[in-house]
């Protein structure tokens, strides 16, 4: 059986779907702003076309993974 996802990953679909890019590559955009604030790196990926809610997400994951850069 299928697990859900919940949580911010759960948008993960909807993002690929909506900006055609999949999730590794956002991640990698990230990277170098790994030792920014929160709403920095939000405001980076809204720059580059995304919503808030999905940029939200996107580095609530992102910093989760990545040692709470």
């Given at each position: ?31 170098p ?16 076309g995304?919503?808030h ?17």
């Amino acid at each position: 059986m299928a697990e859900t996802v919940t949580g911010p990953k759960s948008y993960f679909p909807a993002i690929e779907a909506k900006y055609g890019r999949p999730i590794a590559e956002w991640i990698a955009l990230l990277g170098p702003h790994a030792g920014e604030k929160h709403m920095e790196q939000v405001a980076f990926l809204k720059e580059q076309g995304m919503g808030h809610g999905h940029a939200n997400a996107l580095v609530h994951v992102f910093r989760a993974e990545h040692d709470g850069a």
